[in-house]
């Protein structure tokens, strides 16, 4: 592919709900421009911009694809972004790439959750964006109804630049609304340009004087002339229409059925060329060497600045880097700094990607995107600069994870396989956490949803070949006492030799939540050596640390060892230890010990019309709310909630508010668990525990 300027550059990225035919639309917007040689379905695996075997076999985008194509002398990046909320994190890498959005509606769903998602997300960036009404063939497909419910939603700005022509099984193509011409496609695919079908033409009179109205809206001089002549010629119209994209004052919305017979799909080509800003529409900003924010415009000949927005691991090629250039020409076989990581990377040839298929160019120049492969220390939301004036652009900000699983080897042996295969598979997904709980030894793995972890190890396994089991985290719950209690730890044992002999006394009291342990040494008189003191304690570590009523840690508390006896010849610091761990478990009969459950500080967002469950749904919980504030169209209840309520919460309040909520939550504080679960949670460890081969 030859190389174009940024000024014949449109980056665009392909969004919208899930099964709305997003992958189905970018393969006819391919097809139609001869990018490829023949239509790829979802269906059968041949959609250029499905590719993974995952994507294959469950038929879904699960990671953003990028596939350039050239049409009228430009080039279009398209950037296709899976659907799902779980992988929206694939949906913000794809946006922070393009200047542009193309939001796919479904003609008879109308706008969903990820429409709304996808829509605020280019308002915080500031993205122009245009609105394809899909799979127009359908039925019960209405552009009509759709039309209605994109205004409602998003207002007014939304604004038809074309009609549809016919419906359902009927759907034959498009009216431009802009030229006031017809565009039918038979069942070849074919579209030819003419007049407007007679019983098309007054609804399509009407609809272009609404456009007209828009647009002159917008620029008073046009406005004058709108109302002196009545109308706008398309000459007029076109630069006006082109500026209120650009300016986010209208959003287009377009008709299509990107499916076999690719109606209304050269018009999206032609709108896209005509109608979005281009690469060099926009500067950016950057942060220079001394730390100042810099403005970055698309000149090839500037200083060389690249954004990485994705990482894919490939089994063939390696490790392919997704770059967007800002500024500057990145070449091939030429070395550049990564400014994030402070390393030099040097890279071999670049390409141009169409899906899997890269094809090589000799350089990337500002405005586009590219791709290299085999670099050793780049990831996703690195930026790569020239070493005479490093530039770095803001990194994508990703959701913590709403869910984690344990994960442990199917086989024995195979726990260093398992951080390796992890670790490839984070540097394609950084909404992705891998980590080890500190308390409960187990190795946790975090995503947005559980179909998201599940697909983390199903692509670990087909890449890696490592098998794993997943089960929800264990809740760290701990242990502690709540009076005041003496206790005696005596070790006495007889050999033919020299015996073991040990004896202390110890006080233990209750401490404040959150001051762990306390060790007080309170010996007078020498009733016990200096040197066997640091023993006790260490018996009496070890002994709490394996709990007493469920095998959870003992915490929150103080030992106090303040009188004992020794041999001369028979003491040691085990018999000490052993002493200490005896003295323990006497003080735990007296000092009426309970569990403790971590209990979260959980802040849970959605829209108003939730709010009654999510309060029912959270008194089920044991959740505390303690406050709910509005923030724009969404309120957010801030709650107490345990743990333990909160593992499987994240379906949960998908299925409430229709994928529309979100929940964030940090550790707050432990509190005494129920009593009737502290039964319950003795029971079942105490069975566990007889399960287990003892200890060698």
């Known amino acids: 592919m030859k190389v174009f300027s940024a000024s014949n550059i449109h980056n665009v990225a392909v969004v919208g709900h899930n099964g709305v035919g997003k992958t189905t639309l970018v393969s006819a917007l391919l097809h139609e421009a001869g990018a490829v040689n023949r239509f790829g379905r979802v269906e059968d695996g041949t959609a250029p911009t499905d590719f993974d075997p995952e994507e294959i076999d469950r038929k879904i985008s699960i990671g953003l694809s990028v ?20 992988f929206e994190s694939e949906m913000i890498c794809g946006l922070r790439a393009a200047d542009a959005a193309l939001i796919v509606v479904d003609a008879v769903a109308g706008p969903e959750v990820q429409t709304e998602k996808a829509w605020k997300l280019c308002e915080e960036l500031g993205l122009p964006r245009m609105i394809v009404v899909n799979r127009m063939d359908r039925e019960r497909a209405d552009g009509g109804r759709v039309m209605d419910q994109l205004i409602k939603k998003f207002g007014r700005r939304c604004t038809a630049i074309e009609a549809a022509i ?23 695919g074919r579209t030819t340009e003419g007049q407007i079908p007679a019983e ?21 001089t046009l406005m004058e002339v709108f109302f002196s002549q009545g109308n706008l010629t398309e000459e007029q119209l076109l630069p006006a229409l082109r500026a209120g994209v650009k300016d986010k004052r209208i959003v287009p919305v377009l008709f299509a ?133 490093p530039l770095s652009f803001h990194a994508i900000h990703f959701a913590e994870p709403a869910i984690s699983f344990a ?16 670790h490839k598979l984070i540097e394609e997904d950084p909404s992705l956490k891998f980590s080890r709980d500190p308390d409960t030894h187990e190795f946790l793995l975090s995503g947005a949803g559980q179909l998201h972890v599940e697909i983390a190890v199903a692509r670990m396994r087909r890449k ?22 003496e206790a005696h730890g005596r070790h006495k044992k007889q050999t033919g030799g020299h015996g073991q002999f040990a004896d202390c006394r110890i006080r233990v009291r209750p401490l404040t939540r959150g001051e762990d342990f306390k060790f007080t040494d309170n010996i007078f008189g020498g009733s016990i050596p200096r040197q066997y003191v640091p023993a006790i304690e ?148 105490a069975k566990h525990r007889k399960a287990e081969p003892a200890e060698v």
């Open 200 to 220: 098309f033409a007054a609804d399509g009179q009407t609809l272009h004087e609404a456009l007209v109205e828009m647009v002159a809206e917008g620029d008073d």
């Open 257 to 389: 059925a990107g499916g076999d017979h690719e109606r209304g799909v050269e018009k999206i080509l032609d709108e896209i060329v005509d109608i979005l800003p281009t690469a060099d529409a926009f500067s950016t900003v950057a942060t220079a060497k001394d730390g100042h924010s810099v403005t970055v415009t698309a000149d090839p000949a500037g200083p060389v600045g690249a954004f990485v927005f994705k990482t894919i691991s490939d089994p063939y090629a390696g490790r392919l880097t997704l770059f967007r250039v800002y500024s500057g020409t990145v070449k091939a076989d030429a070395s550049y700094q990564n400014v994030s990581r402070d390393a030099v990377e040097r890279f071999g040839p670049v390409s141009s990607p169409l899906g899997k298929t890269l094809q090589t160019v000799p350089e990337v120049p500002a405005g586009d995107i590219g791709c290299v492969a085999k670099l050793k220390e780049t990831l996703t939301n690195d930026s790569l600069a020239g070493k005479d004036k």
């Open 166 to 188: 016919g419906r359902e099984k009927g759907f034959r193509g498009v009216i431009d609304l802009v030229g006031m011409k017809g565009f039918l496609t038979d069942d070849a």
């Open 464 to 485: 890696s070949g490592v098998e794993v089991i997943l089960h929800p985290p264990h809740v760290p719950y701990r242990e502690t006492v709540t009076r005041e209690a």
């Open 538 to 685: 260490k018996g009496i570590q070890e002994s709490r640390k394996r709990g007493y009523l469920a095998g959870y840690p003992m915490v929150d508390f103080e030992v106090e060892v303040y009188d004992g006896q020794y041999h001369d010849v028979d003491s040691s610091e085990m018999a000490f230890k052993i002493a200490g761990s005896l003295a323990f478990k006497d003080a735990m009969e007296r000092a009426r010990p309970i569990i403790l459950e971590p209990i979260m500080k959980v802040d849970i967002r959605a829209p108003q019309e939730y709010m009654g469950d999510l309060m029912g749904d959270l008194t089920s919980r044991r959740g505390r709310p303690s406050g709910m504030e509005t923030e724009g169209d969404e309120s957010v209840i801030r709650a107490e909630v345990p743990l333990a309520e909160m593992i499987s919460y994240a379906p949960v309040l998908r299925s409430i508010t229709q994928g529309r909520g979100s929940f964030h939550m940090e550790m707050g504080h432990y509190e005494e668990l129920p009593r009737l679960q502290q039964d319950k949670l003795i029971a079942e460890r």
């Open 67 to 86: 596939a350039s194509l050239e049409w009228k002398k430009k080039k279009i990046n398209l950037i296709d972004t899976p659907g799902y909320g779980i």
């Open 407 to 422: 994960i442990e080897p199917k086989s024995k042996g195979d726990e260093d396989k398992i951080s390796l295969a992890l």
